[in-house]
Each structure stands twice: as C-alpha cells, then as structure tokens.
C-alpha cells in the first residue's frame, strides 16, 4: 500500500487542496448562518392563486401574518425573484381544494425562492402545515365542506400559531443546511477532480515507469490511487459535516450517518469523473482545463449555488444528466427525515454515474 499513503502525504501537503477541502465548505456555512439569522419576518410573498376557492383565501389571510402578499401570474415569478421585488413565491394550482376534498394527493403547492438569499423557509413550513391539516380534516369530515370549512377554522384558533412557531427556527435551520450542503457538493467535485490529476504528475516525473519497473502491475496502481482518492473524500466529508453538527450546530436531519453514506457514495462518483477525465488528458495542462471547464457547468446545474427550480424546463432537464442534481436531492431528503431506503433511487443514479464514469476512463488510457 506504498502509493496508497505517498498519495494521502502529497494530497494533505497541498494547502490549497487544505482550503478546498475544509475551508471553502465551512466558510460558506459560516456565513449562509449568519444571513439565515439576519432576518425573520417581513417577507415579500408572491401568490399565484389558480383555484381561486375559500380554502386557498384562507390561506392567503394566513400568509399575511408573514409579510406582504403580491398577487401575480406564474410567469412574472422568475423576474421578480431576480429584480427582488418578492422573497419567494407560492403557486396554488388549480383543483389543489378539490384534491385536499377528496384526499387524492394530485394538487400540490408549489414554492420558489433563491436558496441561500432569503430566509423564506418558515412560510414555507407555514404552508406545509396549512396543506398537511387541511388534508387531516377532510378525512376526518368524511367529504362534508361544512364540517371541512369549519375544521379549518377550529384549527387556525387553535393550535396553527404555536405549530408554526415551532417550525420556524427549525425550518430556518434546514434551508441553512442544505444551501451549506451545496458548497460541499461543489467542494468535492473541484477536490476529486483535482486530486487524481496525481497521476499525471506521476507520468510527467517519470514515477509512473519507475513503479512498473520495480514489478508492481498496471492495475494495482490505479486501485491504491482510486482508494486513495475515495479515502480524501470520506475524511472530508467526516471532517465538514461534523463541524456544521457540533460547531455550528446545523440540523443535519436525524441521521448523520445517512448524509455521510449519501455523501461518500456521491464521493465515489467524483473521484471516477476525475479518473475519467486524467485518462482522456494528454498532459496536465490540457486536465487542468478539463476540470474547470467539466466541474463548474456541473456545481451550477445540480443546485449546489442556487435551485433547480428557478432555472429554466430545459436547464432542469439538463440537470438529471449530472450526479451532483442526485446528491442535492438526497441531502435534502435525509435533511426533512428521510432514511436511507427513502433515497434508494438517488443512491442508486449516483452510483450509476460512477460506474460509466469508471468505464470511460478504463476504455482508453492517453498516454502522454
């Protein structure tokens, strides 16, 4: 296991490999902290309401406690988050009353924001819990609008001020979470993919003849150096999601264990990315451009600097194309108490990402 440890010994000797590893993850969660806690109410609200029923007036009037409602069309919402005219948007599609009526689940609430620049979370647990009550109260009103209507009202005297109290500093916490989870993601695509640039060093200095010289194979020496690689990922992701838990104190969700296994395996499918991409480069210069131009487009689509969701249909379409996309929507699950069997699919995309990524850098190797 020579190469195995000489690799970790020139990785960690690297300060810059250092800053990308620890420092850039933890600095961005420094700050999305303190922006999270600058500010708690007041919000500008978009409202998109395309039922336009008692049940989504209602909600509308509950809305209202957290700041001021806009009233516009879905298609103004992309230019009013970007010009900040409203902090986030909540989109009400038609027939959301009767879904929640006849408990069919079709109609869902759809909210958009800019992650990261607005402390927007707490309405959107607000809205969760008005959808989640109301969906209570039909099944126990049996279809009766009567008793339905009046349920809502019953429970918006009673205990809807103090759920929503609740949630909000925990929701906060959340969204925090996962826009810092986002600069990880990022951290360990610009790590892997840097980190196996070793091995072109290794054929520039004349290192990679002088092991096969010495009798050790081929194949041998890529599974220490790959080992080595998923080694740096795990210890980066230990090191990261430990001091947002006992440092920062991040709600990482119930399970810290599940968000290292998401992580170690998204680890997996960067350092094959970086494999692939050391193996199709003739020289390091030519591995270096490789990863700033293949990393970046990557960060970006998957969500790590912003969401998905303000990013055009054709972007987002775009975006399952990349393992990063999988590994922000596994954290987010984990993050709102999802276990492992929860992310199976994401898990299971991400790992399907490594293995192409591994036969692309096993098909052909450039010799320099």
Avoid at 292 to 316: D, E, K, N
Wanted: net charge positive; hydrophobic share 45%.
């Amino acid at each position: 296991m020579t190469i195995f440890f000489n690799n970790l010994k020139r990785i960690f000797r690297k300060k810059t490999n250092l800053i990308v590893m620890f420092v850039i993850p933890i600095a961005f969660t420094a700050i999305i902290g303190s922006l999270y806690s600058s500010a708690n109410t007041g919000f500008d609200i978009g409202f998109v309401n395309n039922d336009n029923t008692k049940l989504t007036s209602m909600l509308k009037e509950t809305l209202k406690a957290k700041g001021t409602i806009h009233e516009m069309k879905q298609d103004e919402i992309k230019n009013a988050i970007i010009d900040k005219t409203i902090d986030t948007a909540v989109v009400i599609p038609k027939g959301f009353t009767d879904s929640i009526l006849k408990n069919t689940g079709s109609g869902k609430i759809q909210m958009y924001g800019i992650k990261g620049m607005s402390n927007d979370s707490s309405i959107k647990y607000l809205v969760d819990s008005f959808t989640n009550a109301a969906i209570n109260i039909s099944v126990a009103s049996n279809g009766d609008s009567n008793k339905f209507y009046q349920g809502i009202k019953d429970y918006e005297k009673g205990d809807f001020a103090s759920k929503v109290s609740y949630t909000n500093g925990e929701s906060e916490k959340l969204q925090t979470s996962s826009s810092s989870l986002g600069f990880l993601v990022m951290s360990m695509i610009y790590l892997s993919t840097t980190v196996t640039t070793l091995i072109l060093k290794d054929k520039k200095s004349g290192t990679y003849n002088r092991i096969f010289a010495s009798g050790i194979k081929s194949g041998n020496y890529m599974v220490q150096c790959v080992l080595s690689f998923i080694v740096v990922n795990l210890i980066q992701t230990a090191g990261v999601l430990l001091v947002m838990k006992y440092v920062f104190h991040s709600d990482l969700g119930p399970s810290l264990i599940n968000l290292f296994v998401v992580f170690s395996v998204f680890g997996i499918a960067c350092v094959a990315l970086g494999v692939a991409i050391c193996n199709r480069s003739k020289t390091l210069k030519q591995a270096n451009a490789l990863v700033a131009l293949i990393s970046t487009p990557i960060a970006m689509l998957g969500g790590c600097f912003w969401p998905r969701a303000v990013m055009g249909s054709t972007l987002q379409n775009i975006s399952n194309f990349v393992p990063s996309t999988w590994a922000m929507k596994a954290s987010d699950k984990i993050l709102s108490g999802g276990s492992l069997i929860n992310v199976s699919q994401e898990l299971g995309v991400i790992m399907l990402f490594a293995v192409v990524f591994f036969i692309i850098s096993s098909t052909k190797t450039v010799k320099s």
